[in-house]
Structure formats: structure tokens, C-alpha cells
């Protein structure tokens, strides 16, 4: 095992305090919103003052392991990162793995530079992902059913934004895609409906949470708290068909392929496919493509479950996805001690509360909230101490329908 250093990435919507609160550095007054441990080309962490990409370029199996070599190829086939949303994200979507594999082709066949801020591919690999929460995080999350979002436009009672997702009372998920495809291609002389929604639910909001109506409360809360960060966006429509999700503290949610998500508020730890395909679908500056967009979003309606997590020894557990691509488990050694999962393969260790120490053949490390260790496959670890760990590591060794 060896110390890995990750590189923090400053982008608008992230925390000024979050991220250095929990590394334990000084806020610089930017905004910082993940730190990125992996091997991913825009932001490789570094083992023994090298990049862990290259570490892997000269062994690969030594580094990441046989059976991921075999799967993924000579590469760290996950990316661990510690998000901090300050303001909510963009809605965004990932591409399956053939989609991706498309896309990507066809975007170097048109010789698109994987720099430009139009390409939608920047690579071809799908990108599934996880989110664990340190604390309570707001997110939304896939489509509410669209008879009940009809429902709460009509409680809204904007005339306007009513007539333009009248096409929910039939329900469907294919209504569903057009409606969603029309408010976020509404013309400039048309999205006046957007800042009438935001006002009607200005005025909705405090009575809403005193009548103890939930799911009208979430939808206008919504409408306000995104205009105030992307105001008049037609982002904010889209948004308002979705689900609100609120969880805490080690509950997760798994976001596969095609699934319109958006965190708004929170910091976590967050798991995903060594993949940066996003498809953007408002509340941001950057590129938004909604004809690619509606050939990659999941429009069936539904709340998605929490990931069930599953106990593999007293102070074990592990949170259960279909994903190949990694594996997260945490630690909570408390007064016993700790085996570390999934000795044939790569695997970094975060601590995310307190502190542990950490035991190989030959050394025992302390780290402390924020520090973490790459262990190569055949270390094997024990942990001890009243802090909290994650393990990230390909999904191979899981037990799972492939």
C-alpha cells in the first residue's frame, strides 16, 4: 500500500468550505467541488510523486489486477471522487456503453478535438454512478409519474406552463419525452413561462410547507432555489418533471446509464466508471445538444430506490450495484478489526470520518479524514480505529448477474 494524493477541481457550483473542511486545508475562497482519485486524464492522482496512470502503464496487472486487466484492459476501470455541490449541478445524463462506443466514433470521424466544448464524447466508456452521502444531500433524481407532475403545474396555476405539459395527463413515458424535448427547446420569445412558474411558486412556496404538502412544497422549492442560481433557464421546466430526493448520512443512490440527474446541495462520496460523458440538459453554461440528450435519457417514470447495503462482516458492509466497473464498500471497525475487501485487485481507501490505522505486512499507516492509500491486488489490509472508511475497487469480485 502506498499514500495516493487526488487533485481537486474547482468548478462554479461547488463549496468554498466543504471540500476544504474535509481535507483539512484552508478555503482559498474558490469554489471546490470534488476531489478526483484515480486515473482519469484530466486529473490523475499521484502514488510516489507519479502519476497512478503511469504506475499502471508499467504494470498493469501488478497495479489494477489480472481479472480487470482481462475485463477492462490495461487501465483503473472506476473514479472515486468527493463531491461538494454548493448550487446544483446541470441536469445531466450518461451514455450506455454502446451508446458511448457510437458516439465517440462518430464524433472523431467528424474530427471533433475531445477539447472543444461542443464534443459530447470525450471517450468510450459508459459512466454508471453512485453517490454516498456524508450528510444530507438534495438531489433530483429520474421523472416523477407524469399525471402527478400535470397535477402540481395545475395546483401552480400558471396558464401557460399548464398548456405546455398538458400532454402528461395521458401519462407515458414517450409523452414524457416529448414534453421534456419541447420545454427545453422553447424559444426566446417563449420563455416568459419560466419566470410566471418561478414567481406562482415564490408565492406557493411558505404556504405549501405550513399545509404539510410535501410533493407541492419539493416542486415549487425546486423552482425557486434553481432560478436563483440559472434564472429564466428553461432547465428549470425540465427540472420540475423530476423527482426530489433527499437522503442522508451513508444512504446512497445508484444512477445507471440514461438517468436525468442533478445533485443540488450536499457533499458525498461519489463512484462512477472511469468515463467524463456527460449530456447536459440546462441550469449550466456549458453545451447543451437536446436532440443527442433525448437518445440517451431513460424516460420511464419512477422514484429510484436507495441502494441496498449489505452487511459482509460485523464491521463491513457493502452497497449493492449492477455496475462491473467498481465496487464501494465501507469500514466501521470500531473495537474489532477490519479485513479490507478485494485483495486480488487495485483499491483505494479514503478515510471519510475520524481517523484508522491501516495495516500491511510491514507498516501500519494513521490517516485522518480526507488522506487515502492505493493497495495494489495481493495487500492485505486491516483496519483498525473509530473513523469511517470507503473502498473503492473494480465490481469483479462481487457476486452479481452480469
Not at 419566470?195 to 425546486?222: C, I, K, M, S, Y
Not at 460485523?314 to 449493492?320: H, I, L, N, P
Request: charged letters at 20%.
Amino acid at each position: 500500500m502506498e499514500p495516493i494524493a487526488g487533485t481537486v477541481m474547482t468548478y462554479a457550483w461547488g463549496s468554498t468550505t466543504a471540500l476544504p473542511e474535509f481535507l483539512g486545508t484552508a478555503p482559498d475562497g474558490r469554489p471546490q467541488a470534488e476531489l478526483w482519485l484515480g486515473a482519469h486524464p484530466a486529473a490523475r492522482a499521484e502514488v510516489n510523486s507519479r502519476s497512478l496512470a503511469e504506475h499502471i502503464l508499467v504494470d498493469p496487472a501488478g497495479v489494477v489486477g489480472q481479472r480487470s486487466v482481462e475485463r477492462f484492459g490495461p487501465r483503473l476501470p472506476y473514479l472515486l471522487k468527493v463531491l461538494a455541490a454548493g448550487q446544483p449541478l446541470s441536469l445531466q445524463a450518461h451514455p450506455s456503453r454502446a451508446q458511448a462506443e457510437d458516439g465517440f466514433a462518430r464524433e472523431e470521424r467528424d474530427g471533433i478535438e475531445l477539447s472543444a466544448p461542443h464534443r459530447l464524447y470525450r471517450d468510450d466508456w459508459p459512466k454508471p454512478e453512485m453517490m454516498v452521502a456524508l450528510g444530507n444531500v438534495d438531489a433530483l433524481c429520474g421523472f416523477r409519474e407524469p399525471d402527478q407532475t400535470y397535477a402540481l403545474f395545475v395546483q401552480l396555476g400558471v396558464a401557460g406552463a399548464t398548456d405546455l405539459v398538458a400532454g402528461l395527463q395521458a401519462g407515458g413515458a414517450e409523452e414524457l419525452r416529448r414534453v421534456f424535448g419541447r420545454v427545453l427547446s422553447l424559444a426566446e420569445s417563449d420563455r416568459e413561462v419560466v419566470a410566471q412558474v418561478v414567481t406562482a411558486a415564490a408565492e406557493h412556496l411558505e404556504a405549501a410547507d405550513g399545509a404539510g404538502d410535501p410533493a407541492f412544497a419539493g416542486f415549487t422549492r425546486t423552482a425557486v432555489e434553481l432560478d436563483e442560481h440559472y434564472p429564466g433557464d428553461p432547465g428549470i421546466l425540465a427540472a420540475l418533471l423530476m423527482n426530489r430526493l433527499g437522503f442522508g448520512r451513508f444512504q446512497a443512490v445508484y444512477l445507471p446509464a440514461g438517468n436525468l440527474h442533478a445533485y443540488l446541495h450536499g457533499i458525498g462520496v461519489e463512484i462512477m466508471a472511469n468515463s467524463d460523458n456527460v449530456l447536459r440538459g440546462g441550469l449550466t453554461p456549458k453545451h447543451v445538444d437536446v436532440e443527442e440528450l433525448l437518445t440517451v435519457v431513460d424516460f420511464a417514470p419512477g422514484v429510484p430506490d436507495l441502494v441496498p447495503v449489505v452487511a459482509e462482516s460485523g464491521s463491513v458492509w457493502r452497497y449493492d450495484t449492477p455496475a462491473p466497473e467498481f465496487a464501494l464498500w465501507r469500514i466501521e471497525p470500531g473495537s474489532a478489526e477490519a479485513v479490507v475487501p478485494a485483495p486480488s485487485t487495485g483499491r483505494i481507501l479514503l478515510v471519510v470520518e475520524g481517523a484508522v490505522e491501516i495495516t500491511d505486512a510491514s507498516r501500519t499507516l494513521r490517516l485522518g479524514r480526507g488522506e487515502a492509500i492505493y493497495a495494489y491486488p495481493g495487500d492485505r489490509l486491516t483496519v483498525r480505529g473509530d473513523g469511517v472508511a470507503v473502498v473503492a475497487g473494480p465490481g469483479l469480485e462481487v457476486t452479481r448477474p452480469e
